[in-house]
């Protein structure tokens, strides 16, 4: 079993800094991916950022330039830097991993945090 434990949510006000922080614990034999998403009210789930194994990036348009992923593989842990956040940036933010785990190492499953709440004020 995968757990993820979810931190640095807030209120912020249009203009300013948050950084999020995801860490995994649990039987994790590797981790092939991780990353960011987010949900508005009356939205669907949508990706902000993500990184491979390997190291490439992906990010939405809509936070480029202002977003930055980061991660601690000694740590199992993914950050998200946050600058010159806006209103619409307003969102539950959820991580994901995945991962293979010790029982069977030939798989892969995400595992996804509970969720934190950020929110932008004009």
């Known amino acids: 079993q995968v757990q993820l434990m979810e931190s640095g949510g807030g209120l912020v006000q249009a203009g300013g800094s948050l950084r999020l922080s995801c860490v995994a614990s649990?039987?994790?034999?590797?981790?092939?991916?991780m990353g960011w998403y987010r949900q508005a009210p009356g939205k669907q789930r949508e990706l902000v950022a993500t990184?491979?194994?390997?190291?490439?990036?992906n990010y939405a348009d809509s936070v480029k330039g202002r977003f930055t992923l980061s991660r601690d593989n000694a740590k199992n842990t993914v950050y998200l830097q946050m600058n010159s956040l806006k209103p619409e940036d307003t969102a539950v933010y959820y991580c994901?991993?995945?991962?293979?785990?010790?029982?069977?190492?030939?798989?892969?499953?995400?595992?996804w945090g509970q969720g934190t709440q950020v929110t932008v004020s004009s």
């Open positions: 649990g039987s994790i034999f590797s981790i092939n991916a």
């Open positions: 994901k991993f995945v991962v293979a785990t010790y029982r069977n190492p030939l798989s892969e499953y995400a595992y």
């Open positions: 990184v491979t194994s390997g190291g490439s990036t």
